[in-house]
Each structure stands twice: as structure tokens, then as C-alpha cells.
């Protein structure tokens, strides 16, 4: 630790007291191996009073000026340090466009300000983006258009962690790797100390608030919901994780526990061999984590000056211009056993609609969904529960190739799946029913036409339609 503490201190630019801190730590425990290991056997489905079921909660106040006494007790923190390198963009992810012309970003800011809060309760609920050193100063730029907004926008940078070599086990930066290509965000889990040392949070105190609403900045159904916030000041829990019943497709996502009589996250990569599939069985393990988390600022403050989160280490491998690096992340819905009076919320899949890959945006800019006031809404017309399942092919990888692809998103209210490979475009009007797969063999390109009505074919080109 003293090693990797003085390699960082002979760079240009080093870490900050507190940062250089959190990483020695957070190599500390990695290396000495004590990680606490879970007990198969005492892991236990929590109740019903630990993960409170969403259809359970009291309606919250209708009077206004209820409302907004519960309003001013919040703030909204939308995570906004990733890249849109998915999808092939080089900018922050909260700035891909998803429908009608607005940003990710666009819509979490007409949410706070039109859709239902500032504006209509005359609350003064502030909007925080923690940024990565990857996304801060095009962050920065953005916000700008937002300046005589009714909302009070604040930013801060997440801790800015050097990669570790893996088979010399020092800092890359330490061996003249200087430029961003040497660092990393240490994930999510950071927030609680970045919250801190920037300020923010005891200027959140200073106004009054007491609950943070933490949420992926693209997950378009991660929404201020008034129900569990009044929940939550009534009953003064500390942290709440919302969690969602579980799909096919979840497979990765954590899941909570009742654990040695308090609630925790189980993370696929905390499971042992043995017991994976039984991990991933929709059957025994019924929900899943959305990362909205609901947290109590004053807890938050509490334990991070107590130096009490220590949350499950992530170590993620890498390859980057040839060397093998190390990353030690943490998630910050693992904190969620540290804090008092902890629950999960078991809500409607409707508050879980990230948008990860093309596929997700083909989703929400179909007529599957509509858009008033900054909310993403699911058409009524849609009878299936279920989203339709959508594989694109790598022509479809990046947003400007697959906004080329379609004059127009197909209809997909009556869709069940859809799988599209090879060279395909689609033209306008086009509606999409039930089963459809549509593959291009190499060489050969296919255009659906304008107006077309594809329901329950497989279709392989070349040939006529």
C-alpha cells in the first residue's frame, strides 16, 4: 500500500488526499483476501416487510401543500459518468438522442421541472449528475443550455482511480502510463464518498433535504415516485432499493437476500458454482435489482465518515493497448446492508426501461411508447405484459447506422420478438406482429417496403416480397 501510495504521489497530477485514500483502501482489502464469502445455507427469500410490495404503499397526499413538504426533502441524482460507446458515441450516454428530438438528459430535466414536481408544486427539487473524468467537460457544456431552467442543476466528478497493472500489481500512471487511458472510475459504489468530498452533500443538507432518489441516467423509467418517498419518510428508512420481478433475460442482474438478519444484494458473481443455475432460476430468485436506490442523506454522511462501507469488491480485467489491467470496482447497491431499517420496494417493470443497446432505443421510439412531459409511457394498446424481445445485427451496433436503417420504427404493439441480421433497411409504415425473424444473407441486401405487414414469418434473402 505504501508502494502504491508513493508511485501515485510522483505524478504530475496526483490524486487528492482523499482519493489517493479510497484506492490504497480499496487495494488493501482486495489483496489481503478477506472478503467476506457467503454462506449458501443461511441465505433466506426475504419477507414481505423487507421487500415491501409496491401495491402495498398508502396513496400520498393529495394537498398540494403536502406534496411539496415532501418534495423540498429531495433530490434527484442521476448516474452520468458513462460514454455511449455501445452504441457507438463518443460523447456522455445522457446526451444520445431518444425520442422526438430529446436527450436522455432532456427528458430527466422536463421530468423535474414540467412533468410533475417544480413546476407544478412550486418545489425546488434539484437534479445532480455525478460525472466521470470521461464525461465532465462535455457534461459541463450541455448544462448550460439549462441555465434559466426552474431547476437547480449541480455536478460533481466521481473519484478518478489509476488502473493497476496486473502482473506487477503497481498503478499504470506509475510506469509513464499519464494520459486517461491510464485511470478509471471505480464504479457506482463510489458515489457515497464522491458525494461527500465534492460539497454536495452537506450543501444538500444545509437546504433542508434528507433523501436522495439515485438512478441509472438511462433508465427511462426511473421517475420521482411520490407513494415511496412518502413511504420512506414515514417510516424513516434509511436505504431502498427498488427491485423488479425477474425475466429470461435478468440473468445478471443482483438480487436481494435476507442474510444473517439484515437485507443484502447477491450478486451473480458472489454465487458459488454449485449453485449459478439455481441463481438464475426465475422460480427461486423472483427479482431483480433496477440500481433506483432511495438513500437518507444524513446516513449517507454517517457512514462514510465512519469509514463504514465496505462493500463487495468488483475486480474487472481488462486489456488496453496490449497490457493487462485491473480495475477494483463496487456497486452501490451492495451499501444497501450497512444502512438502518433497509428495504427493497418490489415495483412495476414499468420503472425498470433502461436503454443499454439500439435494440432498447428501437423500443422506445416505436409506438409502443408515447411521450408527454418528459414520461415515457407504454401504449394501453399493448396486451402483453412483456416487452417484445428485439436482436439486431452489428449492422444495427451504432445509433447513426441503425437511424439510417429505418425510414420510420416499425410498428411493434403486436409484436412478440423480432431477429434482424445481414444488410436490411427498412422502409416507412412498415408493422411487425407476433414472431418475426428477417436475415440478409452476405452480399445480398434486403429493403422492406413502405407499408409492409410482416406477422409471424421467417424471412431469408434473397427473394421477392
Not at 452504441?87 to 450516454?93: L, V
Not at 445522457?94 to 438528459?105: K, Q
Not at 427493497?344 to 423500443?363: C, E, I, W, Y
Not at 417484445?388 to 439510417?404: D, M, N, R
Request: charged share 20%; aromatic share 8%.
Amino acid at each position: 500500500s505504501i508502494a502504491l501510495s508513493l508511485s501515485i504521489g510522483r505524478q504530475p497530477s496526483p490524486l487528492p488526499d482523499k482519493e489517493k485514500s479510497g484506492f490504497i483502501s480499496l487495494v488493501s482489502r482486495y489483496l489481503s483476501g478477506n472478503e467476506e464469502q457467503i454462506e449458501w445455507g443461511k441465505i433466506h427469500t426475504p419477507t414481505d416487510e423487507v421487500v415491501v410490495p409496491y401495491d402495498t404503499l398508502a396513496a400520498p397526499p393529495e394537498d398540494l401543500a403536502a406534496t411539496k413538504a415532501l418534495l423540498d426533502k429531495l433530490a434527484v441524482l442521476k448516474l452520468n459518468g458513462g460514454l455511449g460507446t455501445t452504441m457507438g458515441c463518443t460523447g456522455p450516454k445522457s446526451v444520445i438522442e431518444v425520442r422526438n428530438g430529446f436527450t436522455f438528459l432532456d427528458l430527466i430535466v422536463v421530468q423535474i421541472e414540467v412533468g410533475s414536481l417544480n413546476k407544478k408544486y412550486g418545489s425546488n427539487v434539484p437534479l445532480l449528475l455525478m460525472n466521470s473524468f470521461n464525461t465532465h467537460d462535455d457534461t459541463l457544456k450541455i448544462v448550460e443550455k439549462y441555465a434559466n431552467s426552474n431547476i437547480q442543476i449541480h455536478t460533481f466528478n466521481q473519484s478518478q482511480y489509476p488502473r493497476v497493472v496486473a502482473d506487477e500489481f503497481l498503478p499504470w500512471p506509475s510506469k509513464g502510463k499519464t494520459d486517461k487511458d491510464g485511470w478509471y472510475p471505480p464504479g457506482h459504489g463510489d458515489i457515497f464518498p464522491s458525494l461527500m468530498n465534492s460539497g454536495k452533500l452537506d450543501l444538500l443538507l444545509s437546504q433542508g433535504k434528507e433523501y436522495v432518489f439515485i438512478a441509472n441516467s438511462d433508465n427511462l423509467g426511473a421517475i420521482v415516485d411520490m407513494k415511496i418517498l412518502n413511504h420512506l419518510i414515514h417510516k424513516q428508512n434509511e436505504y431502498c432499493m427498488e427491485v423488479t420481478p425477474k425475466t429470461l433475460a435478468d440473468v445478471k442482474g443482483g438480487t436481494l437476500i435476507s442474510y444473517e438478519g439484515r437485507v443484502q444484494l447477491l450478486e451473480i458473481a458472489q454465487v458459488p458454482d454449485a449453485h449459478v443455475n439455481e441463481f438464475k432460476s426465475i422460480e427461486k430468485f423472483k427479482i431483480f435489482n433496477t440500481n433506483n436506490l432511495w438513500v437518507s442523506l444524513k446516513a449517507i454522511k454517517r457512514l462514510v465518515e465512519a469509514d463504514a462501507l465496505k462493500m463487495e469488491i468488483i475486480p474487472n480485467p481488462k486489456e488496453v493497448e496490449g497490457v493487462k489491467v485491473l480495475q477494483l470496482e463496487t456497486a452501490a447497491g451492495a451499501a444497501i446492508r450497512f444502512f438502518d431499517h433497509a428495504i427493497g420496494m418490489n415495483v412495476p417493470r414499468s420503472r425498470f426501461l433502461p436503454v443499454k443497446a439500439t435494440s432498447d432505443l428501437q423500443l422506445v421510439q416505436s409506438d409502443l411508447y408515447t411521450l408527454v412531459d418528459g414520461f415515457v409511457t407504454r401504449n394501453a394498446a399493448r396486451t402483453n405484459p412483456s416487452n417484445p424481445s428485439i436482436e439486431l445485427g452489428p449492422e444495427f451496433k451504432k445509433v447513426g447506422c441503425f437511424l439510417g436503417r429505418f425510414k420510420s420504427i416499425p410498428s411493434i404493439v403486436e409484436l412478440d420478438s423480432l431477429k434482424v441480421s445481414g444488410d436490411v433497411w427498412f422502409g416507412s409504415g412498415i408493422v411487425l406482429k407476433g414472431k418475426v425473424t428477417i436475415t440478409a444473407k452476405p452480399g445480398v441486401k434486403l429493403e422492406i417496403p413502405d407499408g409492409k405487414v410482416i406477422e409471424n414469418k421467417k424471412l431469408l434473402a434473397p427473394f421477392s416480397l
